[in-house]
């Protein structure tokens, strides 16, 4: 699963529990776009024109 904004250019990856991305922001439980653009929402595919958060990468590369 991933996480995102609609006004961002990156999303990041979530954990197992599905309440935090992997670099510890909480992830909102309104649906994606529900007119709430500010909020970090739950998506099933990374999207596309975005890039992975840094931050999310960095730690996935520590523990692989």
């Known amino acids: ?11 990041h990856l979530v954990l197992a529990t599905r309440y935090h991305t992997l670099c510890g922001l909480r992830i ?17 595919e990374a999207p596309p024109k975005k890039t992975v958060c840094k931050h999310c990468e960095r730690i996935r590369n520590h523990t692989d």
């Open 1 to 11: 699963m991933y996480a995102t904004k609609l006004i961002t250019d990156v999303y």
């Open 28 to 44: 909102s439980r309104v649906p994606l776009g529900a007119k709430l653009p500010g909020n970090l929402q739950l998506v099933e």
